[in-house]
């Protein structure tokens, strides 16, 4: 029977309890709803509760698993899906008060694939109203499980904090400018953005046509491996990690950045220390068009929200956030001039970023400058990059991007981001994996 204990266990060990008889899918939603008793609403994750669906499909995996029936890794593994992303039967709420939440017809493509792998959807998770940048308040924001007076992170905060408190092994979030690893890095987890287009967006409601994407949210990169291998359709295989010869790009303008907290300046150099004695050949690395990326992310977001808004905000433009509502109407008078050249720059900087993996094999920077705040920052920040320092270019590029947990500025977590080629997706979270070992020293023992 399942035990308070089973709310750490990886993917990999579940996998093995099940199959062993020790343990059963039932058991693991169980003690997953009890869990979320027991600290909701103090964090505020869930956006809708699916429990009656859950133990069904629990059971089902249950029978198919003791028949013989197994799908892989992921069956009968409790999954929260961010409430932008269709689930049939389910509503979908999109953090906002604009509409009433609406009842999905159908599965999104990416969660048809989950079931196809034998996952549990367990709940809706909540987020920032439309993934655009504030939690309605109406709604309010998840907060962190590490402290609940401070944010989980947008915008896929709820989708961070499930799996950071122990109540579901994963989940799926968005990133259009670092929506996954941002939260991923306050709430101590793994967040990976894959490539462009590497998984499905079909039946998740879009922020930006040209910078969206879906991607996992685990506690380690193994269990992050398994989730995209099942959400992409791609055999994603690791092996024994080795860092020895891998070539690691510190990004000046990343790591440099007078944004940088000192606690988080010294992780940032503790870890590139601790990687040169696994191996690592660290060499700096400048790229002067990332000075560029994240202003020119915003001349594109901006218009293309507001496209994507305008039959809503015509509908009902008080049920925005203010600040939400704000976004949308500044992008109704965003020139088209910029809009045109803020796309032509993405293709510099995507050839001045793939020129750098000439040199390097990833590029590393701190996943965000400083620990959880107390709420989300301002999407647009004056004159500083904010918390989107490190994300923002690689929505523009396309290429995979993942956050990993490197260390702790007191009781807050801290997270490294490493970037690899479009299309790499395989190789970065290889060596992912292997980073990830060799700061592991920083982990508690106990992983409650």
Known sequence: MATDETAFMSVSELGRAYRAGTLSPVDVVTAALQRLEALEPGLNAVAHRLDVSARAEAGRAAEELRAGNDRGPLHGIPVAIKDLIEVEGAPTGYGSKVRAPVIADAD??????LRQAGAIIFCKANLLEY???IAHPDIGQTNNPHDTGRTSGGSSGGSAALVAAGIVPLAI????GGSIRIPASYCGIAGLKPSFGLVPLDGAFPLSWTLDHAGPLARDVADTALLLEALSATPLPLTPPSLSGIRIGAVRFHCESPELTPAVAANLAWALDRLAAAGVIV???D???LARANSELRRIILPEASVIHAPLHAENPAGYAPRTRAQVEAGFEAKAIDYLRAQGFRAELRNAVEAAFGEVDVLIGPSVPFPSPVEDPEFTEDGEEGEMLSSGFANMTGQPSISIPSGMDGHLPLGLQL????????????IAFGVETALAAWRKPSRA
Do not use: F
Not at 173 to 176: A, R, V
Not at 419 to 430: E, I, S, V
């Open 108 to 113: 999104a493509l990416l969660v048809q694939r």
């Open 131 to 133: 993934a655009y940048g």
């Open 283 to 285: 060499k700096q690395i």
């Open 173 to 176: 979030g968005t990133d259009t």
């Open 287 to 289: 790229i002067p068009e």
């Open 419 to 430: 970037t690899g080629p479009l299309g790499a997706d395989h190789r970065l979270l290889q």
